[in-house]
Every structure is written in structure tokens, then in C-alpha cells.
């Protein structure tokens, strides 16, 4: 179970402040799948950043299984997050100077994965999510559907108990859309955590949970 509690990002803008998340509070359960929905600028990003760790809150908490995630220094953060946790980043953030394979075992890699297994693993799933003939691609030479999908295998590849995607499908036709979302789903049917953002109600749908936001705030009771 991933929770957070009265959680607060406040960002510095100018002389003012840009409250993104004012005061979240909610359990993302394990074994299910929970969509992040709500207007561009709402906080959905910012919500996720947290979760993961990539940004520190301005207050409140954030809890995964025993260990309270806001209270880990960064190294261990960063520690924990290689152990536990899978991202997809809503603009990919694929190492431009490694090629798909690559960048899909780079996980494996600061996990201390020898490299055949490595290598074995990375073109299994990238074959997976229909990507075999792509392998020694660098980011530039590939679209931005096949750029997403390289992402959605790195996140996928460490087999973590927590997968967070912002806007996972965002870019694919609805029928590899369709595949890759299953590819995202399905660890849930295996127990793991699995929290989307997205803007589509066809991937919402999917969801056994969904949470709804706006200016900030966790949107409860009655829509
Ligand atoms: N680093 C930052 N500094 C200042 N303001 C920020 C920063 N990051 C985000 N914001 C602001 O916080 C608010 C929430 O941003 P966030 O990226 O979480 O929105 P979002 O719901 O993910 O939107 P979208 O659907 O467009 O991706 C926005 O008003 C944004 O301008
Ligand atoms: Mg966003």
C-alpha cells in the first residue's frame, strides 16, 4: 500500500507561490490500479513526482508498505526507488546517448545485473511491447510512440512492486495503446501498485480506482 497524508507542494514563483497540491490525502492500494485524472495544470504531475520521490513535499507524508518514503535522505530515496519502484516520465526522459536496449536495462545495470541477463531481459520485453526490430535505436531515431514504449519497458523491466506512469498512452493509436496498457495492468492482477495519470475516460475506465483532482486538491463524494 502506497499513502499519502495532507500532502503539500508549494512551488516559489516570482514573488508569489504556486500552490500544485494543496493538502492530498489517499491510499493507493496494492492489487489495483488507480487512474490520476483532472485538468492540465491541476497537479497530477506534481503528484506523482512526489510519490516517486523525484521532488520532496513542502508538508505532509508519504508512506509505502513500513517505510515513511518522505523521511529517506536522498541517497536512500534513491535507493529505494531503484528497489521497489517503476517510473514513466510524461515527456519519456530516455538517455539520449544510449540506444533502446540500453536504456531499458539501465535499472538492471545500477542494480548490479550481470549483462547477458541484462541484455536477455531488455529484448524480451521490448520484443514484448513490439519493439524487437527497434533495439539499438537511439531516442532520436525513434517516434514518439516507440520512445514511450521504450520508457514503459524501463520502468517495467526491475519487476517493481510500484509502477507510476504519467499519461502512459498519450501518445499511441488506440490498439497498441490497448496492448501496452495491459502490459501496464497486468502486475496488478500480480499485487503490485499501479498509479496512471490520463486524460483519456477509455483508460480511466480501465482503472479500479480513480482519483480525481483539481487545483489541488483530492476531489471526494459525489461527481
Ligand atoms: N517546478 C515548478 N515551479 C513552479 N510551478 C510549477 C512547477 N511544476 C509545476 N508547477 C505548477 O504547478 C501546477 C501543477 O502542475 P502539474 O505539472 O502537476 O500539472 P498536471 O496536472 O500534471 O498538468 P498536465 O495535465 O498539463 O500535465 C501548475 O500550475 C504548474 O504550472
Ligand atoms: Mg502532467
Redo the contacts with the bound molecule.
Keep these: 500500500m502506497l499513502r499519502v497524508e495532507n500532502l503539500s507542494?508549494i512551488?516559489?514563483?516570482g514573488d508569489s507561490k504556486?500552490t500544485?497540491?494543496g493538502g492530498v490525502s489517499f491510499d493507493f492500494e496494492a492489487g489495483r490500479v488507480t487512474a490520476i485524472i483532472?485538468?492540465?495544470?491541476?497537479?497530477?504531475?506534481?503528484?506523482?513526482?512526489l510519490l516517486a520521490g523525484f521532488d520532496r513535499p513542502s508538508s505532509g507524508r508519504i508512506l509505502h508498505d513500513s517505510t515513511e518514503i518522505s523521511k529517506l535522505s536522498d541517497a536512500e530515496l534513491a535507493d529505494y526507488r531503484l528497489r521497489h519502484f517503476g517510473f514513466v516520465f510524461?515527456n519519456y526522459n530516455l538517455v539520449s546517448i544510449l540506444n533502446a536496449s540500453e536504456n531499458v536495462e539501465f535499472p538492471l545495470t545500477l542494480q548490479g545485473v550481470p549483462r547477458a541477463e541484462r541484455t536477455r531481459r531488455s529484448k524480451a520485453l521490448l520484443e514484448q511491447l513490439g519493439l524487437g526490430h527497434r533495439l539499438t535505436h537511439y531516442p532520436s531515431q525513434l517516434s514518439g510512440g516507440e520512445q514511450q514504449r521504450v520508457a514503459i519497458a524501463r520502468a517495467l523491466i526491475t519487476n517493481p512492486s510500484v509502477i507510476l506512469a504519467?499519461?502512459p498512452t498519450g501518445n499511441l493509436d488506440t490498439r497498441t495503446g490497448k496492448s501496452i496498457l495491459d502490459l501496464l495492468l497486468k502486475p496488478a492482477t500480480e499485487g503490485k501498485t499501479v498509479v496512471l495519470?490520463t486524460?483519456d475516460p477509455a483508460v480511466a475506465e480501465l482503472a479500479h480506482t480513480i482519483l480525481r483532482?483539481r487545483d489541488?486538491q483530492a476531489l471526494t463524494g459525489e461527481f
Design positions: 507542494k512551488y516559489p514563483s504556486v500544485a497540491l483532472g485538468p492540465s495544470g491541476s497537479g497530477k504531475s506534481t503528484l506523482l513526482n510524461q504519467d499519461e495519470i486524460h483532482i489541488g
